[in-house]
């Protein structure tokens, strides 16, 4: 799997409480965190719950 970069990049106030835990558990806690981890298909499928509050790097 590759590996992929997220970086929570907008706040989580005001949205859904499911956003908030979902950013939780990608392990993403404060504004501009960062968190490397394998792109599976579970993780992938998180991020694009909550893609309008993470920017996503692929590392090489």
């Known amino acids: 799997m590759a590996k992929i970069k997220i970086t ?4 989580s106030i005001d949205y859904p409480e ?3 835990k979902t950013l939780k558990a990608l392990g993403l806690t404060k504004l501009h965190s960062s968190k490397e981890v394998e792109g599976t298909p579970q993780i992938l499928g998180m991020v ?3 893609e309008h509050l993470v920017k996503v790097e ?3």
């Not at 929570?8 to 706040?11: A, D, I, M, P, Y």
């Open 8 to 11: 929570q990049v907008k706040s």
């Open 48 to 50: 694009r719950k909550v």
């Open 58 to 60: 692929k590392q090489s």
């Open 18 to 20: 499911r956003q908030k």
